[in-house]
């Protein structure tokens, strides 16, 4: 019997320091993971896509409604398509804890100020859940949470340095000006008071104040290529400001008056609004014409240099002018003028269908040309007998009625085998086309073709011209 006493498990060292050494390696393990769940725990994994990880490690908290609800597990760097970076966090929940809405929202949070942080977390309300192993994505849109390290991190040493200065100086200003003070403040009451209607105009929506600032920076961009020329100016300004110090009577009126040039600018300048706005539109619609002149500018400058002179004897033009102004106004009160200008116009009326006729018979023919030049030769032109005009009038008579000469009417019968002269042939175009209005531009009159032994007479105006050839006799030998 005492035997089987010592046999027990309590009398064996062996194994109790067997059991004691793994029950602290069971413990060890146990507080080492302690942060990432205890295990062989179910969990309801969530996992959790934000901006910036902001300061989280595995192992950091999760709450809900302020109550730790489990763990950050594991944290992974992510690459967008468009090269912007975020954190996938895997948190695990307790398995307690419902179903998260889809519409959950997910901050990172400060827990203490030494930086420690952990993952807030707020139910939505929406009756659709996520499933285990789902995915909630923060928003990029989503401000971020200003924490407490992050306002103690803007008093850097430069910044703390900075302040401490401000305060010394600031104390040593106010310093023995309590009673200045006290005057100033009393006095800031009318500015309050007229200024509060002053901010409601700056503060309305008419006023566009919200469009001042763009304006500016698109002002200060448009003058910032001529920046130098701008510095140059402040400092022209010097000498400027430098003659109204030794004028300062006159400076002083300058800033007396301005308020009432102010009130009177107010009430004028919303009403000058949309002449602004059409300026603005003219000068736009300038800028190409003004591109145009800059480049004709070369071609101007020689001009105007000629020019110059001439201005300068403009003033001895226009005493001529005017003289010559008085004597038309004169013309003009003529009471003969107007009746003689009256028969003017029926004349011109009167040669309008003339003038029509005739234009063309010396433009397009040149006939006018050709009478006079074939005038001169026939009077210039002659024989032993004499001139063209002398001699004509005879050999007409002598051969009258015959193709040797002038014809009046067409021929009547055929002429005799042994007779000296011809019957007579009638070649006459008594309406030939010479560009008149309604004719075709041809010149026929003195270019009509000569058939001898045919009759040849050109048909009706109105009709394009023809030739009707005699066919009661034989054509006569060639």
């Known amino acids: 019997m005492g035997r089987r006493r010592n046999m027990s498990i309590a009398a064996n060292p062996i194994l109790i320091g ?5 029950m602290v390696i069971v413990a060890v393990y146990l507080s080492y993971n302690a942060n990432h769940g205890l295990p062989f725990v179910p969990t309801y994994k969530v996992n959790v896509v934000i901006p910036n990880a902001d300061g989280l490690i595995a192992g950091n908290e999760v709450r809900i ?10 944290i992974d760097a992510l690459s967008n398509r468009d090269g912007s970076t975020a ?7 307790d398995a307690n804890t419902s179903h998260l809405p889809v519409d959950t929202v997910v901050k990172v949070r400060p827990k203490s100020s030494l930086g420690l942080k952990y993952v807030a977390i707020t139910r939505g309300s929406s009756s659709q859940q996520i499933a285990s192993g789902g995915t909630i994505t923060v928003p990029k849109s989503q401000a971020p949470a200003v924490d407490i390290d992050q306002f103690f991190n803007m008093f850097d040493e430069q910044t703390r340095e900075g302040s401490a200065g401000n305060l010394l100086e600031y104390g040593t200003g106010f310093a023995g000006r309590g009673g200045d003070i006290n005057t100033a403040l009393q006095n800031f009451d009318p500015l309050v008071r007229h200024g509060e209607p002053a901010l409601d105009n700056l503060l309305a929506a008419r006023t566009q104040l919200d469009q001042l600032f763009p304006a500016l920076g698109r002002a200060a961009g448009e ?13 022209n300004l010097n000498h400027t400001f430098a003659a ?6 006159s400076l002083e009126e300058s800033i007396a008056l301005g308020p009432k040039a102010l009130d009177v600018a107010s009430e004028a300048l919303p009403a000058q609004a949309g002449f602004e706005e059409d300026s603005t539109e003219l000068f736009r619609r300038l800028k190409e014409p003004f591109r145009q002149l800059a480049a004709a500018s070369t071609h101007l400058a020689p001009a105007f240099k000629a020019g110059t002179p001439a201005l300068k004897v403009s003033p001895q033009l226009n005493a001529r002018v005017v003289q010559t ?15 003689a200008l009256q028969r003017l116009t029926e004349t011109a009326n009167l040669l309008d269908p003339i003038i029509a006729f005739a234009t ?3 433009t397009d023919c040149n006939y006018l040309s050709l009478f006079f030049r074939n005038l001169g030769s026939s009077l210039s032109e002659s024989d032993t007998v004499g001139t063209f005009l002398r001699t004509d009038p005879v050999v007409a008579g002598q051969n009258l009625n015959s193709e040797a000469g002038p014809a009046s009417a067409p021929a009547n019968s055929p002429d005799p085998p042994n007779a000296k002269f011809q019957d007579q042939y009638l070649h006459a175009s008594p309406y030939p086309n010479t560009a008149a209005p309604g004719q075709p531009k041809t010149c026929e ?8 032994g045919r009759t040849d007479i050109d048909a009706s105006p109105v009709n394009p011209p023809t030739t009707k050839v005699d066919r009661t006799r034989p054509e006569p030998a060639r």
């Open 325 to 339: 102004l008085d004597a038309l106004d004169a013309f003009v009160s003529d009471p003969r003028v107007l009746p």
């Open 244 to 249: 109204l110090a030794d004028n300062s009577r």
């Open 360 to 362: 063309p018979a010396q």
């Open 65 to 74: 409604g302020g109550e730790r609800a489990g763990v950050v597990k594991k």
């Open 445 to 452: 009159s003195g270019n009509e073709r000569y058939v001898r």
């Open 223 to 235: 003058v910032a290529p001529v920046a130098t020329t701008q510095g140059e100016l402040f400092g």
């Open 87 to 93: 954190a996938e966090l895997e948190l695990g929940l």
């Open 18 to 22: 067997g059991v004691t050494v793994l």
